[in-house]
């Protein structure tokens, strides 16, 4: 009976062990991940509202920034501000941005679903 115990202890041990192995493993990838999509999620807002050396706008990208930023579910909130805020902005240039307007209007809405 003692032999029982001692293996049944060993085995539970080592199953503990193993699972606490497992978790941290889990954690740290979420860790990395977390922090690849927090560095991805600022490289793409930069883009989109920082001009480059050229100070030439160019639509398709920002378009296709504007969308990539609803893939970002864990910045839904700052996203759906920021666009409200860009399309204020862009909005009072007349027929300036409709490209750019057309995808942050239709970006707004995905977004205020979700919220």
């Known amino acids: 009976m003692d032999l029982n115990w001692t293996i049944l202890i060993a085995v539970a041990t080592s199953a503990i062990s193993g699972i606490w192995t497992v978790y941290q493993y ?9 922090l690849k999509e927090f560095e991805n999620y600022h490289k793409l807002i930069k ?4 001009p480059d050396d050229s100070n030439a ?6 378009a296709a920034i504007i969308f990539e930023l609803t893939h970002f579910k864990r910045y839904y ?34 977004l205020k679903k979700r919220i």
């Open 26 to 34: 889990i954690e740290a990838k979420k860790r990395e991940q977390n």
């Open 77 to 110: 909130a700052f996203s759906y501000r920021t666009m409200l805020g860009l399309r204020e902005k862009w909005g009072q240039v007349p027929n300036q941005y409709p490209r750019l307007i057309d995808e942050l209007d239709r970006s707004i809405k995905f």
């Open 57 to 62: 706008i160019y639509e398709d990208r920002q």
């Open 47 to 50: 883009e989109l509202v920082q």
